[in-house]
């Protein structure tokens, strides 16, 4: 996949969004989905697809973290970043 500043901004923000979600379900064992997410849309910076990317990316974190609650942080992001460019076509799709 060739990288595009616009493709860059989503990767980054994918890693910010993964990494922003984690770290609040960690200190807010009881948030929901939709706590962890405003929580997300708050802390980053990122705007438009990057945004969206980010949203998608700790959502399936997220996800993957009630799927196994016995893996380490770590393995949690790795299973989300390993989604990366699949949620990068899925928005450019959706863009088209």
Do not use: C, F, W
Request: positive net charge; glycine residues 4%; hydrophobic residues 45%.
């Amino acid at each position: 996949m060739p990288q595009t500043e616009e493709i860059k901004e989503m990767r980054l923000a994918i890693v910010v969004g993964i990494s922003k979600a984690l770290e609040y379900k960690a200190q807010n064992p009881r948030a929901d989905m939709e706590d962890i997410l405003q929580h997300v849309m708050k802390s980053i910076k990122a705007k438009g697809d990057a945004k969206l990317a980010a949203l998608a990316a700790a959502t399936r974190a997220i996800k993957y973290r009630e799927k196994l609650p016995a893996e380490k942080g770590k393995k949690i992001m790795q299973l989300a970043l390993d989604k990366t460019d699949e949620i990068i076509l899925e928005i450019q799709k959706d863009r088209h």
